[in-house]
Structure formats: C-alpha cells, structure tokens
C-alpha cells in the first residue's frame, strides 16, 4: 500500500512538473548517449556517435515506454502498444485465436439476433402518435363463455358519446375484396373499413391526396385509400391515380389518397381483424346497423384516453356504462340476468405484443446461457494458455510490469478477441434472422422488418465487452499471488498458482456442463411437446386434400339465385375431374375457426344462458373429403343438401355437453330464442371432434370447441345477399387420388371456365395448412435445439481442451506410471475419472437448476409436464455419453504417451 | 514458446531488476555507470541494449526501491543518480536469497546427474 501511494506521489508530482519531467528524461538519455560515444571515441570508433546510439536501441520507444511509465492514468500509447502486442501474440498461436473467435461469434451472433427480435418486436415503438394513450375495446359476456370480441356499431356510438376519460374513438374491420379494373389481372386484396376518426387518432397522414372527412363516413361513399406497396405495385407509382377509380367486387371506388410506404394497418398481433391492408373504404355504418343491439360484433374499436386520464378511469366509465347498453339489448340476445355484458379498454401494445413478449423474453434468456457457456470455454482457454504463457507473464512482472498492466494486457488480448467474434456474431445474426421462416414472420407483429440498428448494435457492444471482462478476469484472478520468482522456474505448472487455476478451469467445466443441462432440459421438453403436438388426434386428415379460395362478388351475383348456382356448378364440374376422389365446399375449414353463434340446444340444460358455438355451412361431401368421422346416425343426404330441410350434424363434444349419456340423434336445436318464428334444426348425424382455429391445434379433447354443422342451402337468404357472407366467400375442398398438387392447374381451369374475372384469394393444400399452423412451435422447437446443440458442442470442446491439457501438464507423471508398469487401460481409467467427476458434479448442478428452471416453461408445454421423466432421464445420458467421447480421445492419447520420450522432455 | 537458448536469454534478462539492485548496493550510480557495470560483471553473457535499462530504472524508483537525484557528474555533466532506499535494501536481500535456493537446488540437480 505505502509502495503503491509513494508511486502515485512521485507520478503526480511528475504530471505538475510535466517539462521538467519530460527535460529530465531528455537530459538522462543524453549523458549516457555522451558518455558512451566518448568511451568508444576513446577506444578508436570510426562513427562513436551512431554506435553509440545502436547500442543504446530505439531512443524514442524507450522515452515513450518512460512517459507510459510515469502517466497516471495508462497512455494511449501503452494501450496501442498493448493491441499490438495482442494481434502479434494472438496471430501466433492461430488455431486458438480461430476457436476462440468461432465460439465468440456463435455466442454473440445468436444474442444479437434474438435480441434484434426484441428490439423489432417490443421495444421499437408502435409508430403511432401518443402511442402510450391508444387503447383497445372489447366487449364480453364472460359469464356465458364469450371472453371478447369486437364492437357492434350501436354500442361503439355510445361509448363514442358517453366515455368522458376518451377524446377519440376509432373503428375498422377486416374484409377482403376482388381488386380489378385498370392495373392487370383481377386479384384478391385484404381491405379494411375504418372509421373517418381512426386515421388521425393514430396520428398518420396520407403520403399523396387526403383522408377521409367525417362527412364522407356515410353509407353510398365510394372512397378509397391505397397502400404506397399497391400503388407502386399495380399502378407503378402513377400519381394521376388519385382521383381516378378502381374496381372492389366490380364496384367502383375512387382512390382519394396513397398512405405512407411505411404505414401497416391493421397491425398483425391484434386479437381480431388483424391482416394488413392494401386498400382501405370507409366504415359507413347503415341506420340499421347503428339501431341493431346485441349483434353485429365484428368491429374493432382503438381508443385514446385524454391527456391526464388514466386507464382505471375509463374503465370504471366502462363499467357503468355498460349495464345501460345490456339494458337496450333485445330479450333473446341475454337472457340470463347473470350474464353480464362487460366493457374492456386494454392498452394498445399489450394486446398487440402480449402473447409474445413471454416466448421471446424466453428465447432471449436460453441464448444468454449459451453466451454464458461460451464465455466460460473461453476463459478456460484462456487458462490453458495462460498455462504455457506464464513464463512471459513472468518474465514481463520481473521487469516491473505492476499487476494493473498485466490485467491490461489481458484485457487488450480479451477485447481483440470479442470484437473479432461482434463482428462474426453481427454477420451470423444477419444470417440468422433471414433464417426466420415467413409464416412465423406473419404471425408475429413487428417481425417483417427485424433490423440490425444502432440500439441492437449498442447492445452487441455492450455485450461484447461484459462478455471480454468475464473471460478475461477469470485467468487474471487465477493468476493472482503468484510471485514474478515463483513463475520464473520451470516446475512453475505444479506451484500452488497452478493448483488454483486448475480448479478454477474445473469450476468453469462443471458450470458449463450444467447451463447445458438446463438448455437441454428446455429443448427435450419442447421436442416432446412439439412430438405430442403432431402425435395430436385433430378429427380430420390432412393428406390429399387441396383447398382453394374463392370470393363471389355482389356485382356479378346479384342474387342469393346466382351464387347457389354457382356453388352447384363448381361443385358438380370439380367432382367430374379425374383424380378427383371426392369434393366439397365449406364456408370454414378446419384450422381456420368458424363463426361463433349462440344456440338453444332443446331439452338441455345449460342455465338460462344461450351458449356459443362454432357454426360451419358445408357442400357436397364434406365428412368424407376432410376425414372428419362419423360417430353417429349419417351425413347429410343429396335431398338435404339440395332443399332446406332444416337439419344439422354436431360434433361429438356438443353431443356429450347437451344430451349426456341420451342419443342425439334426433334431438333438435336453435340459433335464436326457442319463442321465435326461427326453425328448430334436427340433429342427423354426430361427427368427430375436428380441431377449429389455430389456437384449438394445442388442444385436446375436454378443450375443443362444440360445432354445429349444416348445409349450404341453408344459409339464409337475407345472408348471402351481403358482400363477404359465408356462402360468398367460400372453400372447395378437393380429396386427390393422389398427389393433391397436381389437381391445381385443372381446378383452376374449372374455375376460370365459370368465372374468368373471378380471382382465387388462395390455393393451398391441407398439409402445407397444418404446417403453417404448427411452424411458430416448429420454429421455437427447433431454435432451442440448436441452441442446446451449439451449448453441448462448446461443452465437449470445453471438456476436450481441459482434459488434453491436463495430460500435458501431467505428461512426466503418465510417463512415470507406465514406465513404472501401468497398464494403458489403468491411465485411460484415470483420466476419464477425472473428466467423469467434472460431468458428474455438472449434471448434478444441471438437474437442480433444471428442475427450478422448467416451470416457468410449463405454460408453452402441450402435452408435457415440466417435470417430464423422459427428458430428465434421456438428457443426462446423453449429455454423459458426449462427454465420455469428449473425454475419451485425450484420455486414449495418455495412454500411447512414450515413457522415454515424456520424462527426457523436461 | 521458442527454443531453448531464448529460454536462457529470457531467464537472465528476467533478473534484471535483481542486478540493478545488486549493483547498487555498494553506492549511488548514474544510468552509465549501472549498464558498465552490469556489462564488465557480466562479461559478454548479458547483450541487452543499454536502453533497456532506464525504463527498469524508472519503475524500480516508482516502486520505491530506489530514489533518485540529480547531481554533476566527474565531468562536470548533469546527471542522474540512483541509490538504494531501505525497502530496495530489503527487496535486494529477499531475491537474493530466493536467487541462491533457487541456484543451489539447481546445482544440486545438475550435480546428481
């Protein structure tokens, strides 16, 4: 301590008297360069002068190595130096420079590239203006099942007027629409009403023309915004478009602006009515539609609470208001006094980002485990070299080189390496993230555009250098107390310095061991709950079908007439194609969800309350071609699908829940009150539980949804009158004889021969469907395996490295024992003991910290407990058996060690 | 690691700090006189250049083992002396007799065999 604060003493006095310190060092060089050449002149030196000089060596270095000796704080120059000393040094020993970097990039390329997720998805801002005050509305009758669901128009208008704490409401719906006219081929777009409010709530402006006025929200506007995408896409950027009209569903509308190219409306992640638009008409709600009460649930509502109002406030207006409009509701819509009609205001970005922020935050946790598993093969490295280098360490502590400049010196060599490996990791990130498949990218909002910015390379940054302190401290700190003497003889590898840096190397081994034991827990439960997932009975058979969708214009039919001859003729001339086997259509496919309606099931109980249920309309041979089951009674007969004779077929779960342990076959049901004039529908026919949406895929048999099917005829008139209806827009489903594929081009041709203007929204078969569907889970699946397979590589080259490096460092004792007489296989035995009590410590670790670890998983699991056996018996053997061969190759080179050769060695 | 004669080299280098002690231990020297004096003790064994010296010179004095002073030389120059201090005194006797167990088990080895 009194040596350290004499040292600073003299280097401060230096710092205030900066020339004379400088003057002094000039003046010290000078005279023994004066005295030298005067000796040599002396002794007959042709050139006294220059001699002198060389044999003083570089004059400048050395003055600069004194300025760096004297400076308080370390110089620049000391730092230069020091990188130059690490590229020399790093650039020698190649093939640890290679590993290291290798490893270093791996780690940090897949932090960047999970974080740069984060960042797109819940950090960047939702680019709306005062984002932090936009809330979603919802209603809700929890109390007979329907969590939330979009507005209607008349109780969106009350909440308009009443709720104080908001000063804008803004509406819209999804629809999609048969784009033709001027630009090309007639295709099919996604649209959305919007409400002439939505648009400035949320801050935007158009790019090109103007948005809509309040006044031209009304019924009979046939205005049009346009996406910047469409516009350059169809029109080539033509800015004579404004004013100029366009064909919706050979309707036309005339485009009055272009949105910005950056503008995405409606946002993906939204709960309803979320796929993006390209084309956007105003919401224009009819008389009808704002005097009808308890129906008409399909519009979702952005709000903005006033400057200083808090979300608790409006939903306390919420909550008063909403008994005044159950109040207004019609007897049929809630029977029940106890189910209560709810308000729910949420903020925007939660609905929007919720579901995902725990996943990625997840990810984001298992990739900070392979970093961390990384760092420590690194350090243990590190440690191995630091082995073989203590005696230039040494040598340099002998010529007076203080701890804090050795530290230094490790640090430079440390940041050399990561920033090396950053760079690497940004250029794998940049792989990796175009690696994301595009189903996945559809699901999740903000992850179309996923970029490398400054705040993910700031992150890196950071990163790299938490990352280069960790691994370099640990070799410093092992290094500490060994004495400059001590490390100059030659049995320094077996001093005490080198028993703790052993065990610290052995700490690193079992740590990383058992982080990997964690990160292999995690993926063994994914792959077991993904393998459950595709094991999952879905009540319908996905191979061989192949689907194609279509939407039927209300200009070209007119008449409810036109579009069922439509259906028949598509029908009729699709089932006559060759390799066809059989072929339907269906307003809803399986994985899609249908419709949600509320049924009065006769004769059951269900407590007053009308319960929801999945309501599908379906064509031809539907059963059949989808491989949904018949449990009971028969499908619908050729009579039944050509005449209304009001009759439906359920699913096996509506007929449990509503007629437990009675036949349900000619049991009768309602959708609407028992009082009214609607008809009772007779149940014909029990069919197998067939999953419904995307979400009911992770569900199993008590979850699935309870379905109602009928018949195409059956969709009422007033119905399909109406653009967009179901019947309108519909599903052919075709069952191939054999590759479904195949059938495309004459399916189409069919289509084109009915219809040729008619646009097809999408073609695709079954299976591709059910893949798209499961890729989110296939996705996280396969990213956690990869990042326990990266973990469980850089453990077996951490375990590699340590044991060959023992055998090294103990290369004259294994000499020894053999010569002595061992048997190989005794020296084999010895070392994988010694490997074999690092893993088992590990894999003890790992379990522990596995088993507190997997229940925050437990929620993503289908199928799986968190404590699943299979994966705590499987991954330890497998870990185990990794590190045996990781182990076995030095261990089997200890044992072939020449005994001569090992002890004349040292 | 390099070969076996650098090894020697880097070992007698190593001990630097041990000879700039030793040769101050009789009494103050300027940086000159140090390196002749090493070079003539040392016969030709030791080829560090003269520079090498000064900047073991200066961490030695930050260390505190050695003060410094200036003062005029025999010819009348201005010049800059070392000397010893207790602690440099001390430091000299410790490596001292680490540098002669060291030596005498190293003989005693070389002897043996």
């Known amino acids: 301590m009194a040596e350290w604060f004499n040292s600073l003493r003299l280097r401060l006095r230096a710092l205030v008297r900066r020339d004379r310190q400088e003057q ?270 308890g129906s008409g649930f399909t519009n979702s509502v952005i709000a903005r609470l006033k400057e200083g109002a808090t979300l608790p406030e409006a939903q306390s207006e919420l909550d008063v208001l909403a008994p005044r409009l159950q109040a207004q509701y019609p007897a049929w819509a809630l ?71 050795l530290l230094q010196l490790q640090l430079s060599e440390a940041l050399l390496l990561t920033v090396a490996g950053a760079v690497l990791g940004v250029l794998v990130a940049r792989l990796a993230l175009n690696a994301v498949p595009a189903v996945v990218v559809e699901r999740v909002p903000g992850l179309h555009d996923v970029p490398i910015d400054l705040r993910v390379l700031a992150f890196t940054a950071g990163l790299s250098i938490v990352t280069a302190v960790l691994f370099a401290m640990v070799p410093f700190l092992a290094s500490e107390g060994s004495a400059s003497f001590e490390v100059l003889h030659e049995s320094a590898a077996r001093t005490t310095a080198g028993l703790r840096r052993h065990r610290i190397q052995s700490a690193l081994v079992v740590s990383t061991v058992a982080l990997s034991f964690v990160l292999l827990v995690a993926a063994g439960l994914f792959l077991r709950s993904f393998s459950a997932l595709l094991a999952n009975d879905r009540g319908f058979r996905p191979s061989g079908v192949l689907t194609v969708s279509v939407a039927l214009p209300t200009q070209a039919y007119a008449t409810t007439a036109r579009v069922r001859g439509f259906h028949d003729s598509l029908l009729g001339r699709v089932r006559m194609l060759s390799g066809v086997r059989s072929a ?21 109980d269900t407590g007053g309350v009308a319960p929801p249920t999945r309501r599908s309309w379906v064509h031809g041979a539907y059963f059949r071609t989808l491989g949904i089951s018949l449990r009971r009674g028969r499908p619908f007969t050729d009579d039944e699908l050509a005449e209304n004779r009001e009759v439906a077929i359920v699913n096996e779960k509506l007929a449990s829940r509503y007629w437990p342990g009675q036949g349900p076959i000619g049991k009768r049901l309602k959708f609407g009150p028992p009082e009214s004039n609607i008809p009772w529908l007779t149940i014909v026919g029990v069919v197998s539980d067939a999953v419904d949406g995307p979400e009911a895929l992770a569900t199993m048999g008590d979850d699935r949804p309870v379905h109602v099917y009928e018949p195409f005829r059956q969709i009422p008139d007033f119905v399909l009158a109406n653009a967009g209806s179901p019947g309108r827009d519909l599903t052919l489903a075709v069952l191939a004889q054999g590759d479904p594929t195949l059938l495309a081009r004459s399916v189409r041709r069919e289509l084109a021969s009915l219809d040729a203007q008619l646009a097809v929204a999408s073609i695709a078969t079954m299976e591709d469907k059910l893949n798209d569907v499961l890729a989110p889970q296939r996705f996280s699946t396969a990213l956690l395996t990869t990042f326990a397979g990266g973990a469980l590589l850089l453990v077996s080259i951490g375990l590699y490295g340590l044991l ?29 003991a010694l490997g074999g009590k690092l893993v088992g410590a590990g894999l003890a670790a790992g379990f522990v910290a596995a088993l507190g670890t997997t229940r925050f998983m437990s929620s993503f699991l289908h199928e799986t407990g968190s404590y699943d056996p299979v994966t705590f018996i499987v991954v330890p053997v497998v870990l185990a058996g990794v590190a045996l061969l990781a182990c076995g190759l030095p261990a089997r080179r200890a044992s072939r060690i020449d005994p001569l050769v090992a002890l004349r060695s040292e | 690691m390099g070969t076996d004669s650098s090894k020697a080299a880097d070992l007698l280098q190593g001990t630097l700090e041990l000879l700039i002690l030793r040769t101050l231990a009789p009494g103050e020297k300027h940086g000159y006189e140090i390196a002749e004096w090493i070079h003539v003790a040392s016969a030709t064994t030791l080829s560090v250049e003269e520079g090498a010296l000064y900047p073991a010179l200066h961490r030695l004095e930050l260390r505190g083992l050695l003060t410094a002073a200036w003062d005029v030389s025999a010819n009348n120059r201005r010049a800059k002396y070392y000397r010893l201090t207790a602690s440099g005194r001390k430091r000299l006797k410790e490596t001292t007799d680490a540098w002669r167990r060291t030596s005498t088990a190293i003989n005693r080895v070389l002897e043996a065999i």
């Not at chain 1, 990625?360 to 485990?369: D, S, V």
Request: net charge positive; proline share 5%.
């Open chain 1, 24 to 293: 002094d060092v000039q003046d010290e060089i000078a005279f023994h360069l004066a005295m030298r050449e005067a000796q040599l002149r002396q002794s007959g030196a042709a050139d006294a002068s220059a001699d002198a000089r060389r044999r003083f060596g570089g004059a400048s270095q050395i003055r600069d190595e004194l300025r760096d000796a004297w400076a308080v704080v370390p110089r620049l120059s000391s730092l230069l130096h020091d990188f130059r000393h690490a590229v020399r040094a790093l650039w020698r020993s190649g093939t640890f420079a290679v590993v290291v970097v290798l490893t270093l990039g791996f780690g940090i390329g897949a932090n960047t590239a999970v974080f740069s997720i984060v960042n797109a998805v819940l950090i960047r801002p939702l680019g709306f203006a005062h984002a932090d005050r936009l809330l979603v509305l919802h209603e809700g009758v929890p109390a007979a099942g329907i969590d939330r669901v979009p507005f209607s128009a008349a109780d969106l208008r009350d909440v308009e007027r009443e709720v104080r704490s908001l000063d804008g409401v803004g509406a819209f719906r999804t629809m999609s629409f048969e784009l033709s006219g001027s630009g090309g081929e007639p295709e099919r777009i996604q649209s959305a009403k919007v409400t002439a409010s939505l648009f400035p709530l949320l801050g935007v402006e158009s790019a090109l023309g103007r948005l809509f006025s309040a006044s031209e929200d009304r019924p009979g506007s046939d205005l049009a915004l346009i996406s910047w995408a469409l516009w350059q896409r169809r029109y080539a950027g033509n800015p004579s478009m404004i004013g100029q009209s366009i064909l919706l569903d050979r309707r036309p509308y005339t485009v009055i602006g272009v949105m910005p190219a950056s503008f995405e409306f409606p946002r993906r992640g939204l709960r309803f009515n979320s796929e993006p638009g390209d084309v956007w008409i105003p919401m224009a709600f009819t008389a009808g539609e704002l005097a009808r009460r």
């Open chain 1, 335 to 405: 029977r029940n006094r106890n189910a209560q009609l709810m308000l729910f205001a949420s903020p925007l970005r939660e609905e929007m980002v919720g579901s995902v922020e725990t996943p990625l935050l997840m990810l984001l946790g298992a990739i900070g485990l392979v970093l961390l598993v990384a760092c420590a093969n690194v350090a243990n490295l590190l440690l191995s070299r630091a082995a073989t280098r203590q005696h230039e360490i040494g040598i340099r502590a002998a010529l007076g080189a203080t701890r804090l400049r």
């Open chain 1, 584 to 604: 339907a259509l269906t307003t809803d496919l399986p994985l899609e969800g249908s419709t949600v309606a509320v049924f009065f099931p006769e004769g059951a």
């Open chain 1, 804 to 832: 060959a490096f023992v055998v090294a460092q103990r290369k004259r004792e294994i000499g020894v024992r053999l010569a002595l007489g061992a048997e190989p296989r005794a020296v084999v035995r010895l070392m994988l």
